[in-house]
């Protein structure tokens, strides 16, 4: 596996929380897409929401920090407590599989694994101890480029 990372949602400030990590610990963003970004909207987000984070990368060391805006039209609520996720970035797409089968073994699949404007294998789940994790392989897709055949 290439990474495990924190990934953090936020209730609409996601831009003000990492601005303020930022600030911490000195280092400039990796990433940052909003869902305007996306242009398709694929996701459906509604208008009064384009503009809030979609995603965003702040490197700490070896690792990423990595968070986005829950906002009303996604299909997942913020719960203040339980609002990271584990983001696994597996090596192929075979493992991506195999941990994501594994992982959902006996919990639920939020998002089954698909292909994505981000990815060519993405999915998130809640294990059956409660831990929630994403599976995103990029494989042949990058943001804005190419898809996978």
């Known amino acids: 596996m290439k990474a495990a990372n924190p990934y953090l949602n936020f209730k609409g400030n996601t ?11 000195g280092e400039e963003f ?6 305007r970004d996306f242009g398709d909207n694929e ?10 984070i979609a995603h965003v990368a702040l490197r700490l060391g070896q690792s990423m920090l990595m968070g986005t805006d829950v906002v009303d039209s996604m299909p ?6 339980n609002n990271f996720y584990i983001a696994l970035s597996p090596e192929n797409a075979d493992e991506a599989d195999a941990l994501f089968g594994k992982l959902a073994e006996g919990g639920t699949i939020e998002m089954p694994l698909q292909v994505t404007a981000w990815a060519e294998k ?6 059956k101890y409660g831990v929630q994790w994403m599976v995103s392989y990029e494989g042949a897709v990058r943001f804005g480029g190419a898809q996978p055949a």
């Open 122 to 127: 993405y999915g998130s789940l809640v294990d």
């Open 43 to 52: 996701m459906g987000i509604a208008e009064k929401d384009l503009d809030k």
């Open 15 to 25: 831009e003000e929380a990492f601005n303020f990590y930022r600030s911490v610990f």
């Open 30 to 35: 990796e990433v940052l897409l909003r869902f």
């Open 76 to 81: 997942m609520t913020f719960t203040p407590g």
